[in-house]
């Protein structure tokens, strides 16, 4: 358990782990060895962190604490995708799924412990949101994907998918990318993160002098009376408020940026020809590029996945029109692990073989 009268360095961006250490009365370029000892080799000791003093070694002691959240579980999928179960200090659960890809092996993280925003789609939303996640147990998931298991490949790419709207945590999140772009912790490249927001609005405006990162958009209708039946926040937030807040956010941006619209296939629902041609219509000012994604179904929810020659003709007719589309591959499915599946009810439904880990000190 976290001491709460401690501060938890994990949490703190660059700057403000300066500020930290000059208010101890120590030189700022101690904070930039502190944050390389936390995020590049990840030690939680501070007694280990060698080039430091004993002095400011003793004063860190007794005033702070390096402390990611606890791995309560781990199940494996066979094609290598592993969904961790993360226990916050709270009591809360959430959790986070690593891909591993040819190229790269992806994290995708939570934002919050449950949704409010219950698209009807998705597991997490169906359980309610519990709370918003703090910087460092965001940051602590990335740290856990790097350090807790010395024969594991390093992350290459982030992206805020698992648990949660990402922009209504918005604070905490941009922190933590900052913390994930910074050479002297993760060094990620700006193109390999991508948040993924269902449509605040208001916050997506915001985002672009925030942050500079991939955004994608998931959009799942062509229209708002199907997209309010299927993401309720369209409501308050339709799409003739959503697009030109996604080219708000292209704005500032390179040519070669653009919005990666994110499109679940359900069967009989948004599937048809007719859908993919007013989808063409309301993209046509956006440069974007669509991610078809085959709905992964879960116990209790009543949609069904798209037939694969559903999706194909889909593809096909985008293609025509000169889009970039991609089928999203189907990854972690057997551990509940793939777009959508997101529960935070993992240790009531476990499913197929699991190993429970302890977080060593290094």
């Known amino acids: 358990m976290i001491d709460?009268?401690?501060?938890?360095l994990l949490g703190f961006t660059r700057g403000e782990l300066?500020?930290?250490?000059?208010?101890?009365?120590?030189?700022?370029f101690r904070a930039n060895q502190i944050f390389s000892w936390i995020h590049q080799k990840g030690c939680l000791d501070f007694n280990l962190m060698t080039d430091l003093s004993s002095s400011l070694r003793e004063k860190l002691n007794s005033v702070a604490t390096i402390q990611p959240p606890m791995v309560e579980d781990i199940i494996s999928s066979p094609d290598g995708t592993l969904k961790y179960l993360i226990k916050l200090d709270s009591g809360s659960f959430v959790?986070?799924?690593?891909?591993?890809?040819?190229?790269?092996?992806?994290?995708?993280v939570s934002s919050q412990a449950g949704c409010a925003l219950q698209c009807s789609f998705c597991a997490t939303g169906a359980q309610g949101l519990e709370r918003s996640l703090t910087t460092d147990e965001i940051i602590g998931q990335l740290w856990l994907a790097n350090f807790h298991d010395a024969s594991l490949t390093s992350i290459t790419n982030v992206v805020f998918m698992g648990m949660?709207?990402?922009l209504q945590n918005t604070k905490n999140v941009t922190q933590s990318i900052e913390v994930f772009l910074d050479q002297r912790a993760y060094g990620l490249s700006k193109r390999r993160i991508t948040l993924s927001t269902s449509g605040i609005v208001p916050e997506i405006n915001r985002l672009g002098n925030l942050v500079d990162v991939s955004l994608a958009i998931s959009l799942h209708a062509p229209n708002n009376t199907l997209r309010d039946e299927l993401v309720p926040i369209n409501k308050k937030y339709p799409l003739e408020q959503l697009i030109p807040a996604l080219q708000n956010f292209l704005k500032n941006k390179s040519s070669r940026s653009s919005i990666t619209v994110?499109?679940?296939?359900?069967?009989?629902i948004n599937d048809s020809l007719e859908h993919a041609k007013e989808l063409v219509k309301l993209l046509a000012q956006l440069r974007c590029k669509v991610n078809l994604i085959p709905f992964n179904s879960f116990e209790g929810n009543p949609h069904k996945r798209s037939a694969k020659d559903a999706i194909d003709r889909f593809k096909n007719y985008l293609a025509s029109k000169q889009y970039i589309t991609t089928i999203r591959t189907t990854r972690g499915d057997e551990v509940d692990g793939a777009c959508g599946q997101l529960s935070g009810h993992l240790l009531?439904?476990?499913k197929g073989k699991h190993r429970k880990i302890k977080i060593q000190e290094i």
């Open 4 to 8: 709460q009268a401690k501060a938890n």
């Open 18 to 28: 300066e500020s930290f250490i000059k208010n101890l009365g120590e030189k700022p």
């Open 95 to 108: 959790e986070m799924v690593r891909i591993p890809e040819k190229r790269r092996i992806t994290l995708c």
């Open 164 to 166: 949660g709207e990402p």
């Open 262 to 268: 994110e499109y679940v296939m359900l069967d009989g």
């Open 348 to 350: 009531n439904a476990i």
